[in-house]
């Protein structure tokens, strides 16, 4: 299936939390906290923001290692060690912080704020809003998407697990620990769904199988035991006790818990046999089209409705597709040399050093770093996304990992605008851009994929333009791909936003001559299985093109690429009305 996705670059986002990043307990958070809040009162914000991070980023021990490398310079000496709670019990608690912030919140006066923690008033308010529409569609989440989901991402967070120190081997080893539990609440959610016709469709449940099968199928292999066995060499501690400890911990908890995941989802299946269960998109649930528009927002960080982003997907379709017929007039060879062109830069490190050099002209120059390619483990292929980046901790910009699918067999330029997507001036850049802001920490635990998705693809399209290609051909393909990433965020749209079936779909493609029956029923499945995932990258694209034209018309002359990249970088990842609003005169 994932030959119908490579044009994609999937940014790595692990759910291990139930709602955005409310996962702690309930009860009064002014109290708990301790802050005196103030009307107007500005450090009683900040205040309240500091130890709003310190709640949320250590209720997940994984999300506060990717974060911080030093815990202790933000005031976190002790934390428990956990990979997050799935319950209803800690869906409902999480309800309840909600609201306990929204009071919070209410108590302080953005308009007697400097601007920077005004807009972060106006971030947190708005995302607590959203998490609170879906309070009561708790059943409908999904922590085991074939493609995005925790059985496939896990591993490859916890490869990534960097060392600092001795301490977070001991925190690494005990997270191996809670695997089986983890996954033991994953299917008691799994069988609550089931039990309320909400279950996944009978194909995703065989991926997740099937990922699994090929994840544990070398148990004495696993790619878990090598990693841990470089990570730990450049460290001064009785490392062969660690790593004992470690074959113990994947021998006796990780290759079981992947085990019980397998034998949870066969049950679930066999408890299933013989009934009739929703194969389609969430439309055709109960509340499924509400869940939607939840997922819609709090994915795309736009303020358009379902069916507004259906009008500007059209739009811009037409217009990508006008833009290339125009330029296949001028020169009507470039339909023949767009299928059969040669690219012969395709090592990774010299394609992201040329795009360095090429992006100077129109993006801020990034701090120094350093970054490395690394390959998905076989195992992992054939369920990972075609390319990744990790995001790096917000007080150490230094350790960028971009990850390559081998499988994925990149041709022509599609490597080099996959890593334009990832790295320069992509998600790489961006990160390491927000990072160097000197944001308050909370910033960190904010924003949308929309933002982060919608700008990689954004520069995306840029980089056709970087690429070294004869005159017009550059041009041609972008209008392609975007014409596209349209389709398919159109399609996403269709299928659950208005009940597409698959032969809504299928006739739908039709219009574009794309009728292959076995590529546009994986494409279905794939769409089914992740509601909205194609939004964060093509709404989100949308939006940056349409604040780039409003920004065009409000500077006139004073406008230019450099500036526009300039102040987005400044201003860092949030919803994009949030961004309008903040954005400079």
Avoid at 76 to 86: A, D, F, N
Avoid at 227 to 233: C, E, I, L
Avoid at 234 to 256: F, H, K, M
Wanted: glycine residues 6%.
């Amino acid at each position: 299936m994932k030959k119908i996705i490579q044009y994609l670059a999937v940014c790595l986002c692990l759910f291990l939390c139930l709602g955005a990043i409310y996962s702690g307990q309930a009860g009064g958070l002014l109290s708990v906290l301790g802050v005196q809040t103030g009307k107007g009162d500005q450090q009683a914000f900040v205040e309240y923001l500091d130890q709003l991070f310190r709640e949320e980023i250590t209720a997940n021990t994984i999300n506060l290692h990717y974060t911080l490398k030093n815990p202790k310079q933000y005031g976190i000496k002790e934390y428990p060690i956990s990979l997050g709670q799935i319950s209803q019990e800690n869906s409902i608690a999480a309800v309840a912080i909600l609201e306990n912030m929204q009071a919070a919140l209410a108590e302080f006066d953005p308009d007697q704020m400097d601007e920077e923690y005004a807009m972060i008033h106006d971030m947190l308010k708005d995302e607590i809003q959203t998490e609170i529409s879906a309070a009561q569609l708790y059943l409908y989440q999904e922590p085991l998407r074939p493609s995005t989901g925790v059985a496939g991402e896990l591993p490859v967070l916890l490869a990534e697990y960097t060392f600092y120190g001795e301490r977070d081997i001991q925190d690494y080893l005990a997270l191996l620990r809670q695997l089986p539990d983890y996954y033991a609440q994953v299917l008691e959610l799994e069988q609550k769904k089931a039990d309320a016709g909400l279950f996944m469709p009978e194909y995703a449940a065989r991926e997740i199988i099937d990922q699994c099968e090929n994840f544990v199928k070398d148990k004495e292999n696993n790619y878990l035991l090598d990693t841990f066995v470089d990570k730990v060499q450049s460290l001064e501690v009785d490392r062969e006790a660690y790593i004992q400890q470690n074959e113990a911990a994947v021998t006796e908890a990780v290759i079981p818990a992947y085990e019980l995941l397998i034998a949870g989802m066969k049950e679930i299946l066999k408890g299933l046999e013989g009934q009739e269960w929703n194969q389609q998109g969430l439309y055709h649930l109960p509340q499924g089209r509400e869940y939607y528009e939840y997922l819609v927002k709090s994915y795309t960080g736009s303020g358009m409705t379902v069916e507004e982003m259906q009008q500007a997907a059209k739009v811009r379709r037409a217009y990508d597709m006008s833009e290339a017929a125009k330029l296949i007039r001028e020169d009507p060879k470039l339909l023949t040399v767009s299928t059969s062109y040669s690219f012969a830069l395709q090592d990774p490190v010299a394609i992201l050093e040329q795009l360095q050099e090429k992006m100077s002209a129109d993006f801020p120059a990034p701090p120094d770093t350093s970054y490395s390619i690394k390959y998905v483990h076989p195992s992992l292929e054939a369920h990972l996304a075609p390319a990744f980046y990790l995001a790096v901790p917000i007080d150490d910009i230094s350790q960028n990992a971009i990850y390559i699918n081998g499988s994925s067999n990149y041709q022509k330029m599609k490597l080099y605008t996959t890593l334009a997507h990832e790295g320069f001036p992509g998600h790489l850049y961006q990160n390491i851009m927000e990072r160097s802001q000197d944001f308050l920490p909370i910033r960190s635990l904010l924003g949308t994929s929309g933002y982060s998705e919608g700008w990689a693809t954004y520069v995306e399209m840029i980089s056709y333009g970087y690429a070294e290609l004869q005159p017009g051909l550059g041009k041609l393909l972008m209008h392609d791909q975007s014409a596209l990433l349209s389709l398919y965020a159109t399609a996403d749209l269709g299928i659950h936003g208005e009940g597409w079936s698959l032969e809504d779909m299928m006739a739908f493609f039709g219009e574009y001559q794309i009728t292959d029956q076995q590529v546009l029923r994986d494409i279905y499945q794939l769409i089914v299985e992740e509601p909205a995932h194609y939004l964060k990258y093509y709404i989100g694209y949308l939006e940056f093109l349409s604040l780039k034209e409003e920004t065009q018309k409000k500077w006139g002359e004073e406008y230019s690429d450099y500036r526009f990249h300039e102040a987005l970088m400044e201003l860092g990842p949030a919803q994009f009305e949030i961004l309008r609003k903040y954005f400079p005169d």
